[in-house]
């Protein structure tokens, strides 16, 4: 089946701009996960949603990171006035269930880059 | 080849030799472990999975031990493969849903 997709691939950006990552999890998964990934790290958490509501939001560094899931599949990451910091990939996941040991299945992730 | 205890950020092994990858981790707490494989270019890929209650679980070519005393997990590899040339990232979750991942172990497998 079709697993998490991601777009787009890779975004450049200038510093300043806002940008819009987007996710499209695994049909009938209801939990849904967006990290982030710095070149030769692991992936570091920002948020996870159940259904439509953000469950946990302690990983987002600053207010200038925002997400959205308004219903309850697809996702959307927004970041406003982004900088050469945010540089980064982003990888959204997303497991079938309400429980802590479901698998999370990740995408591909997108690449983004700011000049 | 095999390194037993302590992770190393790269492992070289020849094909067809077995490979043991070692994670360290250090919040007791945490209850569930998970092991990930990223190829270049992709995201991470889910390979094996234990719980806190179980010391050893075994999959396709694959086996987690889990050491809850001195917080040390580490993945076997059997009979490596070309194909499991990769990163491979330990991951923990404590009383929570958020994945917290280990520093990453780059597999090159020797033809």
């Known amino acids: 089946g079709a697993g998490v997709s991601q777009t787009p691939s890779n975004k450049v950006t200038e510093k300043g701009k806002y940008v819009e990552l987007r996710c499209d999890p695994i049909?009938?998964?209801?939990?849904l996960y967006w990290y982030r990934q710095s070149l030769g790290q692991g992936p570091e958490f920002l948020i996870y949603?159940?259904?439509?509501?953000?469950?946990?939001d302690s990983g987002l560094p600053n207010d200038r990171f925002f997400a959205v899931r308004p219903e309850g599949s697809v996702s959307t990451l927004k970041i406003q006035r982004t900088e050469r910091g945010d540089s980064a990939v982003y990888l959204c996941?997303?497991?079938?269930?309400?429980?802590?040991?479901?698998?999370?299945?990740f995408g591909p992730g997108t690449r983004l880059t700011v000049l | 080849g095999e390194n037993v205890g302590l992770h190393l950020p790269t492992l070289s092994v020849q094909e067809g030799d077995n490979s043991i990858i070692n994670c360290a981790y250090s919040?007791?707490?945490?209850?569930?472990f998970i092991w990930y494989k990223q190829e270049s270019g992709k995201g991470p890929q889910f390979i094996i999975d234990?719980?806190?209650?179980?010391d050893k679980r075994q999959g396709q070519r694959v086996t987690v031990l889990l050491n809850k005393t001195v917080k040390h997990l580490s993945l076997q590899i059997a009979a490596t493969q070309p194909g499991d040339s990769a990163v491979y990232f330990c991951?923990?979750?404590?009383?929570?849903?958020?994945?917290?991942f280990g520093a990453g172990t780059t597999v090159t497998v020797r033809a």
């Open positions: 049909s009938g998964h209801t939990a």
């Open positions: 919040n007791s707490a945490s209850d569930y």
């Open positions: 949603f159940q259904g439509t509501g953000a469950a946990d």
């Open positions: 996941a997303s497991s079938p269930g309400t429980s802590r040991f479901s698998t999370q299945y």
């Open positions: 234990i719980r806190s209650n179980m």
């Open positions: 991951a923990e979750i404590a009383n929570d849903y958020k994945l917290s």
